[in-house]
């Protein structure tokens, strides 16, 4: 399960939403082991295409290198499909490198740059297979907070 804070959330949804009708990508990374996504990065789509994202070589090399220095790791890996339902494409498996990671998919296919439905979507990818894993959505870390896992395909 991905348990992400509002903030994050909401900031991964308003990046799709901007980068719309080209897919957004960028990554959440968090401290080495503890599976809390709490740095937002969002990354420039080198793509710059509505159908497929890449990340910059030179960018993504500087983000690895700055989570080494902080002992980070890449806890999210984002982008967003425009056109088509927020689930893997057979693109986004072969691709996927980070068995630790969480993959998540946003979809503006309904509302563009708008406000509307947004399904925000989670998925580990280790060796080709892809699994859903519920979304659960917190006010903030370290709070005491028992919620349900939150409904975000809409």
Do not use: W
């Not at 159908?51 to 967003?80: G, N, Q």
């Not at 072969?94 to 399904?119: F, I, M």
């Amino acid at each position: 399960m991905l348990t992400i804070d509002q903030a994050t959330y909401d900031a991964i949804v308003a990046h799709a939403r901007r980068d719309h009708p080209d897919e957004a990508c960028g990554v959440v990374a968090g401290a080495v082991g503890s599976d809390l996504p709490t740095r937002h990065v969002p990354m420039l789509n080198a793509a710059m295409s509505p159908t497929f994202y890449e990340f910059d070589s030179t960018d993504l090399l500087k983000l690895y290198r700055e989570m080494d220095d902080r002992d980070e790791e890449p806890v999210v890996i984002y982008h967003s499909h425009t056109a088509t339902e927020a689930y893997p494409s057979r693109t986004d498996t072969d691709l996927a490198q980070e068995p630790g990671a969480h993959y998540v998919l946003v979809s503006t296919e309904e509302c563009g740059n708008g406000d509307g439905p947004t399904p925000f979507r989670s998925y580990r990818i280790v060796d080709g297979q892809v699994t859903e894993e519920d979304v659960t959505v917190v006010a903030a870390y370290g709070e005491a907070v028992e919620e349900s896992p939150r409904d975000t395909s809409r």
